[in-house]
DNA sequence: GACAGACGCGCC
DNA sequence: AAAGGGCGCGTCTGTC
């Protein structure tokens, strides 16, 4: 091991106990077996790395009984991770299937997700797999860090593996305290938008009465929650649709566009985040979605229940912290385009991304031609490779000035067009393409248009991976060193939400201003040990306030 | 009745 | 400004 944290390795035996063993002397006499894990913990060392299979599995349990660890190794995370990055993604990655493959033993497959119930607590494998020895978790432990040494960039893919792992402790940390919600709040707005329920069955008030309006609007009744319905009666008006989305109709003229609008956003409320949402996902005060990192290839997390990702920005005036605590809304500022300045190492865009000021509006300033929206178009449009439009102008523009970051940028679509693999900073893998060998097979100069269509959208996403994914590196780093300042400090503050670019932490009220400068300090601290030493700053927005929705 | 896929839209 | 990247999840529709 490189470095000098103890690491002690954890294993469940599927008969109610426990194994841990010290991993610098895996057989000697510190080995133990109890059948409490939290008495494990406390035989250690504090600060030791605890390598377990999943910390899904045993977090939880360890966060119940008051026993918390500052550090972890995920075999199964670790294993994904690995998989991904020499080129084997799709292969099981159970601790169970990485034991099978160093013994040369039939791989068992994965068991099958099952999606969050309301309620649950935690999901992740079901049914749990077969338990593996700890002397298993041992040599699959060993196995890992050779292949970590065997990356393109060893420290880089300690530094994912450690950092994931550690994100892993957060959401853990994170699905426990929950997200402070008050459902009284919820229903008086739910009440206000759509209206009262009408005793048994049916849409609330203010939703019957703007389908009432877009049926009147056609002269019969419509109903314009069913898209193929508005479709039809748009064509009876003699008005073409591909689809019903809201770009499309808005530009319309016809007297229903106006009331159909209005019932698609205040539809969307009633069935994602409703009256039934309330019942099923808020108990005691508190929304609790299972958070999962890593859950998406690019490494961004996702929320499995409840869409916590995806609160509409409404409803957020229901999330509202204790009395006589405040919750810190902080959000990142320009984080992608700061990444991608950092990962391309463009002077020039490094050294707009280094003032302590607006980054489009920087760009927009240093002989870019145009304005900070044009910037900002522009900035976007390279990272997600726009195909048409204003933006291609500003690109060229973009090109001129910082040749370096739109150059890595059309490198990663590059590779992707051409089937091969990216990697974040970290090293975290793309998926490989679905079908590689089609392009190879196909006759000299013959492709056929489906297929460029494929590599392009295949390169868009390469593209684009490079940027979201070395981005959500960042927020890891981020998030584990929030966590520690956090802890190290006694406070009583704990991070309750994070989104992407966006952390909320919910704390006491004279708290406040310390978390906001731990966030500050975090930022910049992932900074330089994500991307090494660099002129980039990661600053964030940050706000002190009693209810979500007051925050920007 | 279960399930898969399309659609649409919320968030970043 | 245009309709490009990543998701989850609800409804509806078609299929078994």
């Not at 992707?416 to 089609?438: F, H, I, S």
Request: with cysteine; glycine share 8%; charged share 25%.
């Amino acid at each position: 091991m490189s470095d000098r944290i103890p690491r002690w390795a954890l294993a469940e035996d599927g008969d109610g106990r426990w194994h841990a063993t010290p991993l610098d002397d895996p057989t000697g006499g510190r080995r133990l077996t109890t059948t409490d894990p939290a008495e494990a913990i406390r035989a250690a060392p504090t600060g030791t790395r605890w390598v377990w299979r999943s910390t899904q599995a045993v977090y939880p349990r360890l966060l119940a009984a008051g026993t918390r660890v500052e550090r972890c190794h995920d075999i199964e995370d670790a294993e994904l991770l690995l998989l991904a990055h020499e080129g084997r993604l799709g292969e099981p990655r159970s601790a169970a299937a990485a034991w099978a493959r160093l013994t040369n033993a039939p791989v068992p497959p994965d068991p099958p997700q099952r999606a969050a119930e309301p309620g649950s607590q935690h999901s992740l494998f079901d049914p749990q797999p077969a338990p593996v020895p700890l002397d298993a978790l041992v040599a699959v432990h060993a196995d890992q860090v050779k292949r970590q040494g065997a990356t393109a960039h060893p420290d880089r893919m300690r530094l994912l593996v450690a950092s994931e792992s550690a994100a892993f402790l957060v959401a853990a940390e994170m699905n426990r305290a929950g997200l402070p919600w008050r459902a009284d709040v919820h229903r008086a707005l739910l009440t206000e938008l759509l209206g009262e329920r009408y005793a048994g069955r049916g849409q609330p008030r203010r939703l019957a009465e703007l389908a009432d309006e877009v049926s009147a609007a056609f002269g019969r009744r419509v109903r314009p929650e069913l898209a193929a319905d508005v479709i039809k009666a748009f064509a009876e008006a003699g008005i073409k649709l591909k689809s019903t989305r809201r770009w499309e109709i808005q530009e319309l003229e016809h007297p229903a566009v106006e009331p159909l609008i209005a019932f698609k956003k205040l539809y969307r409320i009633y069935t994602a985040h409703g009256w039934s949402w309330l019942a099923d996902w808020v108990h005691d005060g508190r929304f609790r979605p299972e958070f999962i990192p890593g859950g998406t290839y690019t490494g961004r997390w996702v929320t499995n229940g409840g869409g916590a990702l995806q609160i509409p920005k409404v409803i957020r005036r229901a999330v509202v912290a204790d009395p006589g605590w405040r919750l810190v809304v902080a959000d990142a500022d320009q984080m992608e385009p700061r990444v991608l300045a950092a990962i391309s190492r463009d002077p020039a865009f490094m050294e707009v991304a280094g003032r302590p000021e607006d980054l489009y509006t920087s760009i927009s300033r240093q002989g870019f031609s145009g304005d900070r929206d044009m910037a900002k178009i522009a900035v976007l449009g390279a990272v997600y490779g726009q195909t048409s439009g204003d933006g291609l102008k500003n690109l060229a523009a973009l090109r001129r000035r910082f040749p370096r970051a739109v150059a890595y940028v059309d490198d990663a679509a590059k590779a992707g067009e051409e089937g091969r693999l990216v990697r974040t900073w970290l090293g975290r893998t793309c998926p490989p393409p679905t079908d590689p060998e089609d392009a190879e097979e196909l006759p000299d100069g013959y492709v056929p248009s489906y297929a460029s269509t494929d590599a392009r959208a295949r390169g868009r996403f390469t593209r684009n991976f490079v940027v979201q994914g070395s981005a959500a590196d960042w927020a890891l780093l981020l998030l584990a060193a929030l966590r520690r300042s956090l802890a190290e400090a006694g406070m009583r503050a704990e991070l309750v939400f994070f989104q992407h670019d966006e952390v909320i932490v919910h704390c006491p009220e004279e708290e406040a201003p310390a978390v906001v400068a731990a966030i500050r300090a975090a930022g910049d601290l992932a900074g330089r040990i994500t991307f090494g030493e660099t002129p980039v700053r990661f600053p964030f927005t940050t706000a002190v306030v009693e209810c979500y929705a007051d925050a920007k």
